[in-house]
């Protein structure tokens, strides 16, 4: 069986195997942006956050957890490699919150 790689800097992860890094991607689609500019977005963030800015109108989404414009939720668990520092893959994904009716 071939070794998994980092693929940032090529060093053997059974060697030197991964730290492991907690972060959280919010999926949002602004209601407050003109229809012609309004997109889905994916922003990650090292922790919870309790509020969001819109980074294309700046329009602040708060609480997080209950406004209707945060779609998703996520924590993950990411492998670290211990060599380089670079994020090489995620260990584990789960879904606080989801209004989006999987889409996001």
Known sequence: MDAELCPA????????PPDHETGYLYGMECAR??????????LPR?????ELDCPTCGDRKAPVDSHPDILVVKE?????????GERCGV??????????EMTM
């Open 33 to 42: 942006c003109p229809a012609a500019v309004r997109r889905s977005l994916i």
């Open 46 to 50: 090292k922790e919870r956050v309790a």
């Open 9 to 16: 800097c090529g060093a053997d992860l059974d060697e030197n």
């Open 91 to 100: 260990f584990s994904a789960r879904r606080l919150i989801d209004r989006s």
């Open 76 to 84: 993950l668990v990411y492998e670290v490699c211990t060599v380089c």
